[in-house]
């Protein structure tokens, strides 16, 4: 779903809206158009039991993947901060 988060520049009002197309957005606080939307942080899992990620599972039991020269078992990058 296209849910943004924006700053209300009137009031400070802080608010997520779904946004469908490129729309102006008010502020449900105070009515204003005067918004910008902020940087959104997003969640998201690969994999897993019970909303675990395999990379937690792996960390748990002392290790950092099936094999740690090949990289994550996701990709053949070979550094994890490379996927």
Same mark, same amino acid.
């Given at each position: 779903?296209?849910?943004?988060?924006?700053?209300?520049?009137?009031?400070?009002?802080?608010?997520?809206?779904?946004?469908?197309?490129?729309? +102006?957005?008010?502020?449900?606080?105070? @009515?204003?158009?005067?918004?910008?939307?902020?940087?959104? *942080?997003?969640?998201? !899992?690969? %994999?897993?039991?019970?909303?675990?990620?395999? +990379?937690?599972?792996?960390?748990?039991? @002392?290790?950092?993947?099936?094999?740690?020269?090949?990289? *994550?078992?996701?990709? !053949?990058? %070979?550094?994890?901060?490379?996927?």
């Amino acid at each position: 779903m296209p849910m943004h988060d924006f700053l209300c520049q009137s009031c400070k009002n802080e608010f997520e809206e779904l946004v469908l197309k490129n729309e +102006a957005v008010k502020c449900p606080k105070c @009515g204003s158009d005067n918004t910008q939307k902020l940087m959104s *942080c997003c969640r998201f !899992s690969v %994999g897993g039991d019970n909303g675990v990620s395999k +990379a937690a599972q792996w960390r748990a039991q @002392g290790g950092v993947g099936p094999s740690s020269k090949s990289g *994550c078992a996701g990709c !053949s990058g %070979g550094n994890c901060s490379t996927c």
